[in-house]
Each structure stands twice: as structure tokens, then as C-alpha cells.
């Protein structure tokens, strides 16, 4: 495989509940490559978003480490990890949630290209009107509040403001999930022809690993915080090893079928 942009080792995380320890993510160890998809596909609870999140350091893991970019990124500190903040983005199922409502367009986008100082003041109304453009939305709507645009309009913004500060990794975790079919299959494009022009990596989180068959190169099966099978997705699908993998394909029996 061609440079490895993030390296994941023995990653985990319990939480406490009813007094006691439960493991949401247990021994993980994975790699996403430059330019590479990973999915990540597993049922409700099995512990995705807490990979995401410790991925993320949003949460601090209880072992394991996470290279990136070469990095150890569970030791950063201060301006060091400021520089991975930017050069790691995400996108999450609900922008609602994640952005102010009453936000404008122009300035959820132009956050990072302030916060990482990235483009001086006047130059930013030119560079949201790029970042609009590459995601497929229209000039006008840099002066549309958040709450005002639909959800598929939204994910588009909230895919631009990742891209405003060019990173190496998206971490997208359910981001088409609450999504309509067609308003999907358009967004999945959108990411693969961003990913085609700037060799950007994801880390693509799914309960569904059709959504996933649409985009991953690989996919690692999750159940019960453990990774219980990876692999290229093609073979993955065609011929699941692990009793996960197999009552995921099950579940959506056109897939074996589909040659697209
Ligand atoms: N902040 C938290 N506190 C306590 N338990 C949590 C927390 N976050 C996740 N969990 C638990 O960890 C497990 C994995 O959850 P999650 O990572 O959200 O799974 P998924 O994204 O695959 O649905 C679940 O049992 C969930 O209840
Ligand atoms: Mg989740």
C-alpha cells in the first residue's frame, strides 16, 4: 500500500455504567492509506463512534496508540496539535447538531480558514464562493442560514468546511445516513470525486455496508468493539468470513448481486 496517513494499534475504551466497565472499543488496530477509504461497518453499539471519537481525540483512549501522518497522536500537545486538528476533519450524521443553526453558510465554512489562519479576511468571501462551488452548491447560498437549507444542502457545507483546511484525513461517521437514497448517492460521489482530485483519506462510518460498498476500498467489520474481519471490500462482500460480516451481507441480499 502506498504512504500510511493513519495508524491505529491495540486502540481502547471502556465506559463506566451501572458501576461497572463496559468496553465500547476493544484492541483495534487498522490503517488508512493516502487516497485510501476505509469503512468502517458494524450494527448499532458496536462501538463506531467511540472509535471515531478516539480517532478524533475528542476522547482519550484507556490503551492503544494513533499514528498520524507519522505522529503519535495521543501525545500531542498545544501548537502540535493544533497543526493535526487541521490536517484531521470530520463529518458527523446530523450538521443540525453539529453547527449552529442560525450560523450563515459563509461563516461555518470560513471558520477554519480563520481559526488555522489560513486565509487573510478579505480574501475569504472568494474562498468560500471555491469551496461552495467544488461541493456543488450555488454562490447564493454563502448568506443562507444552516437552518434555512435542506439536510442534503447542509452536508454539502459541512463537507466544504472540511475541505477549507486541505486535510489528509475526513473522518465521516454516519454522514449519509440520515440522508434520502437520492440525495445520498450524489453526496457519495461528491466525496469520491474529492478524493480523486485531492488524494484526500477517509475513514467512512457506516451501519450499512451498502452505503459502504459505494465508496471503501476496504472495510473493517466491527461487532461488540472488537474489529472481527477486514479486508478489500469486494472480497469482504462476496465472501464474508466472520458471522458479522455475513449477517451484514445477508441483510441486504442485492448486494451479491449488484456488479456495479
Ligand atoms: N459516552 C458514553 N458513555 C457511556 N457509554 C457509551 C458512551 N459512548 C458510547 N457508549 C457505549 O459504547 C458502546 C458503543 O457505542 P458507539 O460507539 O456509539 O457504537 P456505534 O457508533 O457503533 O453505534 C455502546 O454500548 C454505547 O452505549
Ligand atoms: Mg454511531
Do not use: C, W
Not at 498545544?78 to 442560525?102: C, E
Not at 468571501?125 to 469551496?131: D, F, S, Y
Not at 460498498?213 to 479486508?231: L, N, P, S, Y
Not at 466472520?242 to 441483510?251: C, D, E, H, N
Amino acid at each position: 500500500m502506498s504512504d500510511v496517513v493513519l495508524k491505529v494499534d491495540g486502540l481502547g475504551k471502556a465506559f463506566a455504567r451501572n458501576g461497572k466497565r463496559v468496553a465500547a472499543v476493544s484492541d483495534a488496530s487498522f490503517s488508512v492509506g493516502a487516497g485510501e477509504t476505509l469503512g468502517i461497518v458494524g450494527p448499532s453499539g458496536s462501538g463506531k463512534s467511540t472509535l471515531s471519537r478516539l480517532v478524533l481525540r475528542l476522547i482519550e483512549p484507556d490503551a492503544g496508540s494513533v499514528r498520524f501522518d507519522g505522529g503519535d497522536l495521543l501525545t500531542l500537545r498545544g501548537a502540535a496539535l493544533r497543526s493535526v486538528r487541521q490536517r484531521i476533519q470530520m463529518v458527523f450524521q446530523d450538521p443540525l447538531a453539529a453547527f449552529n443553526p442560525r450560523a450563515e453558510v459563509a461563516e461555518v465554512i470560513s471558520d477554519p480558514l480563520r481559526i488555522h489562519r489560513l486565509v487573510a479576511r478579505v480574501d475569504r468571501p472568494a474562498a468560500v464562493a471555491h469551496l461552495l462551488d467544488r461541493v456543488g452548491l450555488p454562490g447564493v447560498l454563502a448568506e443562507r442560514a444552516i437552518h434555512e437549507i435542506s439536510g442534503g444542502q447542509r452536508q454539502r457545507v459541512a463537507i466544504a468546511r472540511a475541505l477549507a483546511s486541505q486535510p489528509k484525513l475526513i473522518v465521516l461517521d454516519e454522514a449519509v445516513s440520515a440522508l434520502d437514497v437520492s440525495v445520498r448517492a450524489h453526496i457519495l460521489r461528491l466525496l469520491v470525486d474529492l478524493q480523486a482530485e485531492t488524494g484526500v483519506s477517509y475513514m467512512f462510518v457506516s451501519h450499512d455496508i451498502a452505503v459502504v460498498k459505494a465508496i471503501a476500498h476496504r472495510v473493517a467489520i466491527m461487532d461488540q468493539g472488537r474489529i472481527v474481519e477486514t479486508g478489500p471490500t469486494g472480497q469482504v462482500i462476496a465472501a464474508p468470513q466472520s458471522p458479522t460480516g455475513k449477517a451484514l451481507v445477508a441483510a441486504v441480499p442485492r448486494l451479491l448481486q449488484a456488479q456495479d
